[in-house]
């Protein structure tokens, strides 16, 4: 019997958009280096602009301040270096830059590149978030100083789905002086983003998490906002990245997201419908759960639940018995010692942050998914539950 | 359709889809030896009883229960096959790495997941050793102070190296051993060398 797939890990990645594949499909033979003046180069360039204005407009940006990158990672790696670089060819004022802010929920490209500024003598604070993953403004305000020169928070939260205040902050830190970013990979494409109203001077993206292809990003730089490349050699994005163009990259990036400027309302409340069926059953067929990331302000396809006793590579590997793809903080699927620092940073016990799945759903998801979730979900939680040696039924 | 290959081999596959020997009803199974080992803040836990034919000295029936990932549940279930019928000296015996072996191969950075079975097992034989009092039988797994500046004992080092640490450089990363006088660090290469042979080496 075939088992019956369900791919609910779309804050891993997505599938590609139809629509994306057709647009990638036609340019797959326009091979011309968007740089050549001849009109091979021409009709490449023509593409990778295009797809520049659509990026642009969709976040309310110029197409001038939009850089294509390898990868939301590479952006977000981008805008920290700018603190460190030493070079005499840089704003100098920003040389010798002492501290920087970010939250203890980053993703690691944000939190192990802040470590490594760090061990380069930058001075990083972390902020704290309540037990739905929210930043206390009130914090920022008080850490915030005229050392600070760059304030980086991430827009929603990959694993929890909490969407943080990024306009309050972005004005806050704009009027003690310092710089602000937001890794905003998760947020783009989802709920509605413009950098003009977030008044924010740097914006990470990526083409993968909104049915883009994969190896494809974009960093938002205010016109104005001092920007160091990090990967040099090249007049390519206006200097500021090297390398010749993923010319099909950014025009399947750019597809998307203009997929995404007619789907994306309508989908965001189908998927809160989703959402709001699957929590409903998983509280009504599963006791001892937790659900964890905010009630209201939350990526719509999101869910991170905890189950009480059961530990979760265990339950992620079940569920992909049985055909259905989540993710989980557990660490002994990621081969550390310590569960997901999102899901502690919540301030879940230990116990029950190694129970934590997330699963997350997208455009290609179904009631017909939901309910099989909950067919074979609760079974699967009984089942692990009955060989655990801390569940016992209350 | 096949899909792609599991990270495991199909038979941790196997008993990880039908783990054998669970305990299901603990206050109904009379057991006359009991281990636990782990924590399930640390993310895993695990529960080994068996039964002993006292006149033969040989393990009849074992049955476990864990809190953890599917590399616990499959080498505790095929452990809890080997055992059955082993005389309790071979069963203290046996290793995480022979267990290994049976299941096919872990991936490296989960074995660390898969050696509380036996830890929980050798618990078990204690407990029933000094239950029916064989107190001298009892063995320990006392720690030994190698690093005296740090305090760090030879169970320390034998942790990390299941945690991923290879080299001298990682064994210090992660234990702080010799970075005082520096005195124990041949020791600390040495006993480095023997626990990865102990745990990763093919057999």
């Known amino acids: 019997m075939a088992v019956r797939k369900i791919y609910m890990d779309n804050n891993a990645t997505t599938p590609l958009h139809p629509e994306v594949r ?5 340019a797959m033979d326009v091979y011309g280096n968007p740089s050549s003046l001849h009109d091979f180069g021409r009709g490449a360039r023509q593409l990778v602009e295009s797809a520049r ?17 390898g990868s939301g990672s590479e952006a977000n790696n981008a805008v920290l270096s700018i603190i460190s670089c030493q070079s005499k060819a840089c704003e100098h004022k920003y040389q010798g830059a002492n501290e920087i802010i970010t939250t203890k929920i980053e993703h690691p490209c944000i939190l192990e590149t802040s470590k490594c500024l760090n061990e380069r003598g930058v001075d990083v604070l972390y902020l704290d978030v309540d037990e739905h993953g929210k930043i206390d403004i009130g914090q920022l305000e008080g850490m915030i100083s005229e050392r600070t020169r760059l304030v980086s928070v991430m827009m929603a939260n990959n694993e929890i789905g909490t969407i943080q205040d990024i306009e309050a902050m972005a004005r806050l830190v704009h009027k003690h002086g310092a710089l602000f970013h937001t890794d905003a990979v998760q947020a783009v494409g989802k709920i509605p983003v413009d950098v003009r109203e977030l008044d924010v001077d740097f914006l990470t993206l990526s083409g993968h998490k909104i049915y883009g292809p994969k190896g494809v990003g974009a960093l938002y730089i205010r016109t104005g906002a001092p920007f160091c490349p990090l990967i040099r050699g090249g007049h ?17 990036f750019g597809k998307a997201l203009e997929m995404r400027s007619v789907e994306m309302e309508p989908e965001e409340k189908r998927l809160l419908e989703l959402k709001a069926l699957l929590r409903k059953g998983i509280e009504e067929k599963i006791p001892d759960v937790h659900f964890v990331g905010h009630p209201t302000d ?14 979760g590579e265990a339950i992620l590997l079940y569920l992909d018995l049985e055909g ?12 550390s010692l310590d569960p997901s620092h999102v899901i502690l940073a919540t301030g879940l ?20 998914d939901v309910e099989y979730v909950l067919e074979v979900l609760p079974r699967v939680i009984e089942r692990i539950r009955e060989m655990s040696t801390v569940y016992t039924r209350s | 359709m096949a899909g792609p290959e599991w990270a495991y081999t199909e038979k941790v596959k196997e008993h990880f889809m039908n783990p054998k020997n669970i305990l299901v009803n603990e206050d109904e199974y009379e057991h006359d030896g009991k281990g636990v080992t782990g924590n399930v803040k640390c993310g895993d836990e695990m529960m080994v009883v068996i039964k002993v034919d006292a006149e033969r000295g040989v393990i009849t029936d074992c049955k ?43 991936p490296d950075h989960k074995i660390h997941c898969s050696v509380l079975g036996d830890k929980a097992l050798r618990l078990a034989i204690n407990d029933y050793y000094r239950r029916h009092g064989m107190e001298e039988k009892v063995r320990q797994e006392e720690a030994r ?9 030879d169970q320390d080092i034998e942790h990390a190296v299941l945690e991923g640490a290879r080299t001298f450089y990682e064994l210090q990363e992660m234990t702080k051993i010799g970075t005082g006088c520096g005195g124990c660090k041949e020791e600390a290469r040495e006993l480095l060398e023997e626990y990865k042979e102990k745990h990763f080496c093919e057999a």
């Not at chain 1, 057709?22 to 036609?26: D, G, L, N, R």
């Not at chain 2, 102070?145 to 004992?153: R, S």
């Open chain 1, 298 to 311: 939350c990526l719509p396809g999101t869910l991170n639940v905890s189950f009480e006793g059961a530990e």
């Open chain 2, 64 to 106: 476990w229960k864990t809190f953890g990932c599917a590399s616990a549940i499959a080498s505790t279930s095929v452990m809890s096959e080997m055992v059955k019928g082993m005389k309790l000296d071979d069963a203290y015996n046996l290793s995480a790495k022979e267990i290994n072996k049976e299941l096919g191969g872990l």
């Open chain 1, 324 to 335: 259905i793809a989540v993710s989980t903080g557990s660490a002994c699927a990621t081969g």
């Open chain 2, 145 to 153: 102070v190698v690093c005296q500046c740090m305090g760090v004992t």
């Open chain 1, 53 to 69: 204005d659509r990026v642009a407009s969709f976040i309310g940006a110029k197409p001038e301040e939009i850089v294509f990158v």
């Open chain 1, 22 to 26: 057709k647009a990638m499909s036609e």
């Open chain 1, 349 to 368: 016990p230990m116990e029950w942050a190694h129970g934590s799945i997330r699963i997350s759903m997208g455009r290609e998801n179904t009631m017909e």
């Open chain 1, 236 to 252: 390519q994005e206006r200097g500021r990245r090297a390398g010749t163009e993923n010319t099909l990259g950014i025009v399947g």
